[in-house]
Protein backbone atom coordinates (compact mmCIF):
# COMPACT_ATOMS: atom_id res chain seq x y z
CA UNK A 1 0.00 0.00 0.00
CA UNK A 2 1.30 3.53 -0.74
CA UNK A 3 0.99 6.15 1.36
CA UNK A 4 -1.30 8.28 -0.41
CA UNK A 5 -4.01 4.90 -0.63
CA UNK A 6 -3.24 5.00 3.65
CA UNK A 7 -4.06 8.59 3.63
CA UNK A 8 -6.85 8.62 1.01
CA UNK A 9 -7.91 5.65 3.89
CA UNK A 10 -6.93 7.87 6.96
CA UNK A 11 -9.26 10.21 5.70
CA UNK A 12 -11.83 8.25 4.76
CA UNK A 13 -12.30 6.88 8.43
CA UNK A 14 -11.47 9.99 9.82
CA UNK A 15 -14.55 11.53 7.72
CA UNK A 16 -16.56 8.09 8.55
CA UNK A 17 -15.72 8.30 12.72
CA UNK A 18 -16.61 12.59 12.27
CA UNK A 19 -20.65 11.61 10.73
CA UNK A 20 -20.92 8.74 13.23
CA UNK A 21 -19.93 11.32 16.51
CA UNK A 22 -22.06 13.54 14.79
CA UNK A 23 -25.22 10.94 14.36
CA UNK A 24 -24.50 10.07 17.90
CA UNK A 25 -23.84 13.58 19.28
CA UNK A 26 -27.17 14.76 17.40
CA UNK A 27 -29.13 11.66 18.60
CA UNK A 28 -27.36 12.56 22.58
CA UNK A 29 -28.92 16.13 22.00
CA UNK A 30 -32.42 15.14 21.18
CA UNK A 31 -32.69 12.62 23.70
CA UNK A 32 -31.60 15.86 26.00
CA UNK A 33 -33.69 18.35 24.79
CA UNK A 34 -36.67 15.45 25.52
CA UNK A 35 -35.54 14.42 28.83
CA UNK A 36 -34.96 18.60 29.48
CA UNK A 37 -38.60 19.41 27.83
CA UNK A 38 -40.16 16.85 29.87
CA UNK A 39 -38.76 17.47 32.81
CA UNK A 40 -39.31 21.26 32.16
CA UNK A 41 -43.36 20.42 31.92
CA UNK A 42 -43.15 18.53 35.36
CA UNK A 43 -41.66 21.13 36.94
CA UNK A 44 -44.18 23.66 35.22
CA UNK A 45 -47.38 21.47 36.16
CA UNK A 46 -45.52 21.40 39.94
CA UNK A 47 -45.14 25.24 40.05
CA UNK A 48 -48.60 26.08 38.63
CA UNK A 49 -50.18 23.28 41.02
CA UNK A 50 -48.29 25.00 43.54
CA UNK A 51 -49.11 28.80 42.89
CA UNK A 52 -52.92 27.10 42.84
CA UNK A 53 -52.74 25.86 46.06
CA UNK A 54 -51.25 29.33 47.31
CA UNK A 55 -53.34 31.38 45.81
CA UNK A 56 -56.04 29.27 46.95
CA UNK A 57 -54.61 30.07 51.08
CA UNK A 58 -54.04 33.30 50.54
CA UNK A 59 -57.53 34.22 48.81
CA UNK A 60 -58.74 32.78 52.36
CA UNK A 61 -56.28 34.62 54.73
CA UNK A 62 -56.95 38.01 53.08
CA UNK A 63 -60.75 37.68 53.60
CA UNK A 64 -60.32 36.64 57.12
CA UNK A 65 -57.85 39.99 57.57
CA UNK A 66 -60.58 41.86 55.54
CA UNK A 67 -63.16 41.09 58.33
CA UNK A 68 -60.69 42.22 60.52
CA UNK A 69 -59.67 45.39 59.38
CA UNK A 70 -63.17 45.99 58.16
CA UNK A 71 -63.89 45.34 62.33
CA UNK A 72 -61.49 48.07 63.08
CA UNK A 73 -62.30 50.36 60.35
CA UNK A 74 -65.40 50.67 61.94
CA UNK A 75 -63.92 50.88 65.47
CA UNK A 76 -61.56 53.51 64.31
CA UNK A 77 -64.53 55.43 63.05
CA UNK A 78 -66.25 55.48 66.39
CA UNK A 79 -62.68 56.88 67.78
CA UNK A 80 -62.28 59.59 65.52
CA UNK A 81 -66.51 60.57 65.66
CA UNK A 82 -65.16 61.45 68.76
CA UNK A 83 -61.67 63.09 68.77
CA UNK A 84 -61.91 65.03 65.58
CA UNK A 85 -62.26 68.75 67.07
CA UNK A 86 -58.67 67.59 69.48
CA UNK A 87 -57.63 66.54 65.89
CA UNK A 88 -58.48 69.50 63.80
CA UNK A 89 -56.76 71.75 66.66
CA UNK A 90 -53.65 69.69 66.70
CA UNK A 91 -53.49 69.68 62.81
CA UNK A 92 -53.47 73.52 62.47
CA UNK A 93 -51.22 74.46 65.52
CA UNK A 94 -48.81 71.50 63.09
CA UNK A 95 -49.54 73.88 60.64
CA UNK A 96 -48.77 77.03 62.25
CA UNK A 97 -45.49 75.41 63.72
CA UNK A 98 -44.42 74.24 60.19
CA UNK A 99 -45.62 77.82 58.50
CA UNK A 100 -42.92 79.35 60.86
CA UNK A 101 -40.46 77.30 60.98
CA UNK A 102 -40.18 77.59 57.06
CA UNK A 103 -40.41 81.04 57.49
CA UNK A 104 -37.78 81.60 59.87
CA UNK A 105 -35.66 78.60 58.16
CA UNK A 106 -35.85 80.95 54.77
CA UNK A 107 -34.99 84.25 56.82
CA UNK A 108 -31.96 82.35 57.61
CA UNK A 109 -31.25 81.08 54.80
CA UNK A 110 -31.90 84.36 52.63
CA UNK A 111 -29.51 85.63 55.00
CA UNK A 112 -26.98 82.68 54.55
CA UNK A 113 -26.82 83.54 50.65
CA UNK A 114 -26.62 87.23 50.78
CA UNK A 115 -23.89 87.04 52.81
CA UNK A 116 -22.26 84.22 50.44
CA UNK A 117 -22.78 86.58 47.78
CA UNK A 118 -21.52 89.12 48.98
CA UNK A 119 -18.28 87.12 49.85
CA UNK A 120 -17.98 86.06 46.33
CA UNK A 121 -17.68 89.50 45.24
CA UNK A 122 -15.08 90.56 47.50
CA UNK A 123 -13.28 87.32 46.44
CA UNK A 124 -13.61 88.40 42.62
CA UNK A 125 -12.91 91.67 43.65
CA UNK A 126 -9.50 90.03 45.64
CA UNK A 127 -8.46 87.93 42.54
CA UNK A 128 -8.95 90.70 39.97
CA UNK A 129 -6.54 92.72 42.20
CA UNK A 130 -4.10 89.72 42.52
CA UNK A 131 -4.35 89.27 38.85
CA UNK A 132 -3.34 92.70 38.23
CA UNK A 133 -0.39 92.18 40.65
CA UNK A 134 0.87 89.31 39.19
CA UNK A 135 0.54 91.69 35.80
CA UNK A 136 2.69 93.69 37.03
CA UNK A 137 4.65 91.68 38.89
CA UNK A 138 5.25 90.47 35.49
CA UNK A 139 6.23 93.72 33.79
CA UNK A 140 9.20 94.53 35.94
CA UNK A 141 10.62 91.33 36.03
CA UNK A 142 10.94 91.32 32.57
CA UNK A 143 9.76 88.03 32.13
CA UNK A 144 12.38 86.73 34.17
CA UNK A 145 10.83 83.39 36.59
CA UNK A 146 12.81 81.89 39.76
CA UNK A 147 12.10 78.11 38.82
CA UNK A 148 12.66 74.91 41.34
CA UNK A 149 12.85 71.57 40.29
CA UNK A 150 13.58 69.27 43.35
CA UNK A 151 16.89 70.51 45.13
CA UNK A 152 17.82 72.26 42.07
CA UNK A 153 16.92 76.45 41.11
CA UNK A 154 17.15 77.83 38.15
CA UNK A 155 16.59 81.47 36.64
CA UNK A 156 14.75 81.46 33.75
CA UNK A 157 15.32 84.34 31.07
CA UNK A 158 12.29 85.17 28.49
CA UNK A 159 12.63 83.91 24.98
CA UNK A 160 15.64 85.74 22.71
CA UNK A 161 17.26 87.51 25.82
CA UNK A 162 21.07 87.98 25.09
CA UNK A 163 23.42 87.70 28.07
CA UNK A 164 26.35 89.30 28.83
CA UNK A 165 28.39 87.74 31.85
CA UNK A 166 31.47 89.68 33.73
CA UNK A 167 28.59 92.68 35.31
CA UNK A 168 28.64 93.75 38.73
CA UNK A 169 25.86 95.41 41.03
CA UNK A 170 26.42 96.81 44.09
CA UNK A 171 29.49 94.61 44.82
CA UNK A 172 27.55 91.55 43.55
CA UNK A 173 27.93 89.40 40.43
CA UNK A 174 25.04 90.25 38.14
CA UNK A 175 24.20 89.29 34.50
CA UNK A 176 22.97 92.43 31.42
CA UNK A 177 20.47 91.43 29.87
CA UNK A 178 19.35 92.51 26.38
Keep these: MSIGELSSKLKDRIQQDREELESI ?22 IE ?71 IKALQVKKRQLKETISNLEKQTWGIQLVQNGDNRFIVLPPKAIIHEGWSFKNRKALKLE
Design 25 to 46: ARHEFENLQQSLSRSSQDALNT
Design 49 to 119: ADIAAKTESLGKAIATQLQGLSDQTTTLRKSLAKTWLRTTVLGFCLLMGLILGTWGLSSIMSAHIINQWQQ
